[in-house]
């Protein structure tokens, strides 16, 4: 029996020493620094000092330790350094769109950036919703990022974000797409307020709806991606500090409202059902933009979690996450 059982303790114990749990999901949040009367259109770039302050707000006031970011050039490459002095950990978009040379730019720095913050930057995303601004058009474009990356070496895990209805190949059930066996992992975003206006398969899509709605969404795609890493890069609901209603143009009626309550019960129970399936997530956002609404609506500028004035405080005492 001892002869027998000997090597079944190696076994075990060898095991225990070798094998890596899971790791648990991460809880994020989308960072922009273009606050208070900035703009990523034109206009000065968000300076070090500001990003400093902003990313101390985060680390201070609420229970986020991973950002998203949306670019590594105008003033944005600072993001890295001061997030390694903060113990925050960065998924970095390097931001891709018509302009191929600032593309070659974005390709090169997101590069040097991956290989000096290889503890900091945890994951890079070749693009934000390029297909979802530009069609395909561009394809060749994301396609050039992920090879870049690939020939660099990075340490990294790479990937592509786009919306779940993309990452489906615009179909359903869902199927995968030409970036599918590219990347490494998936970035999903899934926006119902959104959906209730232009959407005509998903009309309308309540606050309470809203967290089931997301995981049926990551469901939907990581069925048709078993093998890859789904990420539900961003999600999230917007606050208003007056009336602020979505109509769907398909069912013709209220189908959204936005406030906080409203805002913080749709982060909170998505974080929750992300964490039960083992799901890493992405609120967007940190700070309200000031600027959207001039893209997006009146909307636009109440997705934040934190203020878009001085100081810049951030409202999430009713989150009670888990990161």
């Known amino acids: 029996m001892k002869q027998v059982l000997w090597p079944i303790v190696v076994i075990f114990l060898w095991y225990s020493t070798h094998s890596k749990a899971a790791p648990a ?35 201070t006031q609420t229970p986020f330790r991973c950002i998203m970011t949306y670019g590594v050039l105008n003033g944005l490459e600072t993001i890295f350094p001061i997030a390694k002095k903060r113990g925050i950990k960065v998924i970095a978009i390097l931001w891709l769109d018509k302009d191929k040379t600032l593309n070659t730019d974005s390709i090169s720095h997101g590069i040097a950036l991956a290989r000096a913050y290889p503890d900091t930057i945890i994951r890079l995303s070749c693009g934000s919703e390029m297909r979802t601004r530009h069609d395909y058009a561009f394809d060749s474009e994301t396609e050039r990022c992920l090879n ?38 998936v970035g999903i975003n899934i926006f119902p307020w959104w959906e209730n206006r232009y959407s005509g398969l998903f009309p309308c899509v309540e606050a309470n709806d809203a967290a089931d709605f997301h995981l049926a969404r990551w469901q939907e795609v990581k069925n048709s991606h078993p093998s890859k890493e789904v990420i539900v890069t961003e999600f999230g609901w917007p606050s208003a500090t007056r009336e602020l209603t979505q109509k769907s143009t398909q069912a013709n009626n209220i189908c959204g409202q936005a406030s906080a309550k409203n805002q913080h019960e749709v982060v909170a129970q998505t974080f929750k059902k992300l964490q039960k399936k083992a799901v890493s997530g992405v609120v967007f956002e940190a700070f309200s933009e000031n600027w959207k609404p001039n893209e997006e609506g009146e909307a636009g500028r109440y997705w934040g979690l934190c203020d878009s004035f001085p100081p810049y405080t951030c409202h999430t005492s009713l989150l009670h996450l888990n990161p």
């Open 25 to 59: 999901p991460m809880q994020c949040v989308a960072f922009s620094p273009y606050v208070n009367t900035l703009t990523p259109n034109n206009g000065p770039a968000p300076s070090a000092a500001l990003i400093d302050t902003l990313l101390e707000n985060i680390a």
């Open 148 to 185: 870049a990356l690939r020939e660099a070496k990075v340490p990294q895990p790479i990937g592509v974000i786009d919306t779940w209805w993309e990452w489906c190949n615009r179909e359903q059930p869902c199927h995968p797409t030409r970036f599918s066996a590219q990347v490494d992992w």
